[in-house]
Nanobody, 127 residues
Framework: QVQLEESGGGSVQVGGSLRLSCASSGYSSSAKCFGWFRQAPGKEREGIAAIYTGQFGNTHAYYAGSMKARFTISQDYAKNTVYLQMNSLEPEDTAMYYC?????????????????WGQGTQVTVSS
């Protein structure tokens, strides 16, 4: 059973930055997939980025659409923590941000393919 806990959300002004963290535990597989998603009120959950680490330590990051321009996913394997660095934030980035784990297609960033989810952390960007 994988457990995920997000942190780092908050309120920020337009143009600001935030770094979200996702601490994980119980991930037994040597190959790991983590994803970041967000969901704004009245909208569907949207994939942002995913990171896959193979059993030999090889790591690949994947991004949805234009997310790569302002968002960066990374991880500290020793700390079992995945990060999402968000820069140049805009009011449209206001949403609940979720960390997810274990998907058969890490690069696909398809929400329903992930087996485990955190509770989310709120990000609010004000002008």
């Amino acid at each position: 059973q994988v457990q995920l806990e997000e942190s780092g959300g908050g309120s920020v002004q337009v143009g600001g930055s935030l770094r979200l963290s996702c601490a994980s535990s119980g991930y037994s597989s040597s190959a790991k997939c983590f994803g970041w998603f967000r969901q704004a009120p009245g909208k569907e959950r949207e994939g942002i980025a995913a990171i896959y680490t193979g059993q030999f330590g090889n790591t690949h990051a994947y991004y949805a659409g234009s997310m790569k321009a302002r968002f960066t996913i990374s991880q500290d394997y020793a700390k079992n923590t995945v990060y999402l660095q968000m820069n140049s934030l805009e009011p449209e980035d206001t949403a609940m941000y979720y960390c997810a784990a274990e998907s058969p297609r890490c690069a696909g960033l398809v929400a329903h393919e992930y087996n485990y989810w955190g509770q989310g952390t709120q990000v609010t960007v004000s002008s």
